[in-house]
Every structure is written in structure tokens, then in C-alpha cells.
């Protein structure tokens, strides 16, 4: 789960986490070829990084694009 409450307590349990910060925005936003990365309004993680002293590793893939290709149905 993404909740906060879900994240914070694996924090604080001694777990790793790992988020994909474009969630269904950054889905919506696809096109083949173009690699889109969408986290203006994504900033919740930060803030819990901030509030539980937690480090943040920052990934970026590429070939997404490449990979998987939207279809247009209409």
C-alpha cells in the first residue's frame, strides 16, 4: 500500500521501500518511444523522508518505452 501509515510503520519496522512516484498520472501520460517522468505533485515521500530521517535513493529506469507500447482502441 502507498497510505503513509503503511509506509511509515515499515520504516520504523527496519524495512525497505520502494515507490513508483508516477503512479496512474505517469500511465496516463504515456507514449511509445517518449519516457515521461511526472512527480509534481508526488511529494508525501519526501516529507516522511524528512519526518523519519530516512535516506532516499533516488532510480530512474529507462526502456519502458521501448518495452511495452499503448494500444488506441476507438
Known amino acids: 500500500s502507498s497510505e503513509k501509515s503503511a509506509i511509515v510503520g515499515l ?5 525497505d ?3 513508483a ?4 498520472k505517469e500511465i ?3 507514449e511509445n518511444n517518449v519516457m515521461t517522468v511526472y ?11 524528512l519526518d523519519e530521517n530516512i535516506a532516499l535513493v ?4 529507462f526502456g519502458e ?3 511495452y507500447h499503448k494500444i488506441r482502441l476507438a
Not at 520504516?11 to 524495512?15: E, M, Q, S, W
Not at 512527480?39 to 523522508?49: N, V
Not at 533516488?58 to 529506469?61: E, G, I
Request: glycine share 12%; aromatic share 6%.
Open 11 to 15: 520504516l520504523r519496522d527496519g524495512k
Open 58 to 61: 533516488p532510480v530512474l529506469s
Open 65 to 67: 518505452a521501448e518495452l
Open 21 to 24: 512516484v508516477g503512479g496512474t
Open 39 to 49: 512527480i509534481s505533485s508526488r511529494k508525501g515521500i519526501f516529507e516522511i523522508a
Open 17 to 19: 521501500v520502494s515507490l
Open 28 to 30: 496516463e501520460m504515456w
